[in-house]
């Protein structure tokens, strides 16, 4: 599993599965879980599709490998 970073430095965990020609060009797949979720539900799907597509599989913020968000600095910790 990969990480990037999005805003205010959280980590986003991802996948990529290409086993496609690599002198052919292919249209890029992404795969997103629904809430409760994470990247490896679509394991299984792997194969069949990674011939024919690049395939990102992602994990949405607080899911799989992926970090929650910080909490915002409320007002009274800011000092107003």
Known sequence: MWTAYCERRVRLGYCI????????KAPVLLLL???????RRYYAWVPPLSRHY???????RGHGSSEI???????PSIGW
């Open 17 to 24: 599965d290409d086993f496609t020609d690599p002198w052919k």
């Open 33 to 39: 879980h629904a809430a409760m979720g994470s990247a």
């Open 54 to 60: 690049p395939v990102v599989r992602m994990d949405l």
């Open 69 to 75: 968000r910080p909490p915002i600095a409320s007002s």
